[in-house]
């Protein structure tokens, strides 16, 4: 059973920054790529970013670009995103995402619970 615990949300004033984490624990085969969604209020999931096993293959949405970096520490499973610039328009909730190799990540394998971050005027 994998498992994905996401952490580092909470409330910032635009123009702030935050950092969210997410760490994998369970069966999961090397070589994953893990990455971030989020769904804010009213709104449709969004892809965030996603980064390859070794990190040599990184995608962002167009609203990250420039704002938001994506890393992960595989000794410890784990995948970071740092959000700086925060606008009130990135108030969502933050989802951790895992695809094993030779899956898509049209469909994740593994989801996490989700961490909120608020960001206010």
């Known amino acids: 059973q994998v498992q994905l615990v996401e952490s580092g949300g909470g409330l910032v004033q635009a123009g702030g920054s935050l950092t969210l984490s997410c760490t994998a624990s369970g069966f999961i085969s090397r070589g994953y790529g893990m990455g971030w969604f989020r769904q804010g209020p009213g709104k449709e999931r969004e892809f965030v970013a996603r980064m390859s096993w070794s990190g040599n293959i990184i995608y962002y949405g167009d609203f990250a670009k420039g704002r938001f970096t994506i890393s992960r520490d595989n000794a410890k499973n784990t995948v970071y995103l740092q959000m700086n610039s925060l606008k009130p328009e990135d108030t969502a909730v933050y989802f951790c995402?895992?695809?094993?190799?030779?899956?898509?990540?049209?469909?994740?394998?593994?989801w996490g619970q989700g961490t909120q971050v608020t960001v206010s005027y």
């Open positions: 995402a895992a695809v094993e190799m030779g899956s898509s990540w049209n469909n994740p394998n593994y």
